[in-house]
Structures are given as C-alpha cells and as structure tokens.
C-alpha cells in the first residue's frame, strides 16, 4: 500500500510536470521553446535576429550599418502613392535621398537624417513619415504571432517568415487608425535575409478597398 502511495505520488508529480511544459513551452538546452513554435521554427527565426533588435530600439543606432531603406506604398482604388527613402549610414553624417511618386510623377530631393529627423535640402510635400521611418517595434509582438510559413534557399542565403495575419495587436490598431483602413483590414508580417548582410520587414495592411505596405531594409557593414 505504501509503494502505491508512493508510485501515486510520483506519476502526479509527473502529470503536473508536463502540463506545465504543455501550457508554458518546453525547455531544452537551457532554452524555453514558446508554445506557438516548434522547435526548427524557433531556431530558424534566430536568423532574423538583427532585425529584431534595430526594430525594438527607441532611439536608431546605425553603428555597423552601411544603408537604410525605408518606404510607404499606399493604393487605394486607381490612386497609388510610393514615398522612399534611402539612407548612407556608414558615415558620421547620414545622407540620402527622398523619393515621392505618385502616378508617373516623381520627385526626389536629397535629405539629411540627425536626432531621428530628416533635413530636406529642398521642399517636398508630404515629407515623409518620421514615425515609420523610426518605428519601433518590440520582439514580444513577434513572439505573439503564429508561424504561417518560411523560407530556406538551398542554393542561396535567401531566407524569409511568413507569420500568421492579424488584427488585434497594439501595432495593427496603431496602423489602421494612421492610415484610416476600413474595418475588414488584417496585417501580415513578413521577415526575409538574404546576401549574408541584408535584414528586411515587410508590414502589409490589406483590405477589399485599400492596401499598404510598409517596407524597412537595413544592411550591414
């Protein structure tokens, strides 16, 4: 009786063991493995680590950076605005270029980024939106979504996640409300690596009427 007692103790022990694990992931090698992941997918978003971490900076840090791109794609029934801009930071004095093009109009004029602001050699309305171009998204907004798909080349280092569409987040109730989207928008996340020093974020607003599309790209040195 008393070895049953003990065997009974031992396989609770167990049960509450594992459903711990069930509920708050798994733990290997020191690691906790989130619960929305399996294990290739965890390793594999390590990939896009970088991105990560200039995504969650308050203030942008160029140091290691040779470029910075960074556009706003807009289309809304036969009207479609694409506003660019292209930054040097591989030098002490960040210098580059702002591209608006709406229809077959296009215009550029070169720009100046100091103290998270951009200095326009000349005038171009709209200027382009300094909110996005230092956006800041936290690594726990990843972590929240579910996988979709990704990408490995096996010929190249071309490398992408696809993540689940949503439209229940901070950052999708923010982006919706920025560029005035019906309420049938859903956001999807897009990650891709590629030539070895490449990070890129494609955030996409989709809806039956209206699209945009948020494109951030940095290279390192």
């Known amino acids: 009786m008393k070895k049953n007692k003990c065997l009974f ?3 609770s022990v167990m049960l509450m063991l594992l459903t711990l694990f069930a509920l708050n992931g798994c733990s290997l090698g020191g690691e906790t ?8 997918q965890y390793e594999f978003e ?19 950076l040779k470029l910075y791109k960074n556009s706003i794609y807009i289309e809304s029934g036969n009207v479609v605005k694409d506003y660019k801009v ?20 296009k215009e550029t004029v ?3 980024y100091s103290n998270e602001r951009l200095q326009y050699e000349s005038k171009l309305e709209p200027l382009f939106d300094e909110e ?45 409300n920025k560029y005035d989207m019906p309420e049938d928008t859903t956001c999807r996340i897009i990650l891709d690596y590629s030539s070895g020093s490449i990070y890129g974020i494609t955030i996409q607003l989709n809806s039956k009427d209206k699209t945009v599309q948020l494109d951030l790209t940095i290279f390192k040195q």
């Open 132 to 176: 996005i171009l230092n956006l800041v998204v936290q690594r726990d907004y990843f972590a929240s979504l579910n996988i979709k798909e990704t990408f490995k080349s096996a010929e190249t280092e071309l490398s992408d996640i696809i993540y689940q569409p949503e439209n229940h987040s901070d950052l999708y109730k923010y982006l919706k």
């Open 46 to 64: 390590k990939t896009f680590e970088p991105m990560f971490k200039f995504l969650e900076q308050d203030k942008k840090e160029f140091n290691g």
């Open 86 to 105: 292209f930054l040097d930071t591989s030098q002490s004095e960040i210098k580059g270029d702002y591209t608006i093009k709406i229809g077959d109009n």
């Open 33 to 40: 493995i989130p619960k929305n992941r399996t294990k290739k």
């Open 9 to 11: 103790l031992v396989v």
């Open 110 to 112: 070169p720009v100046t």
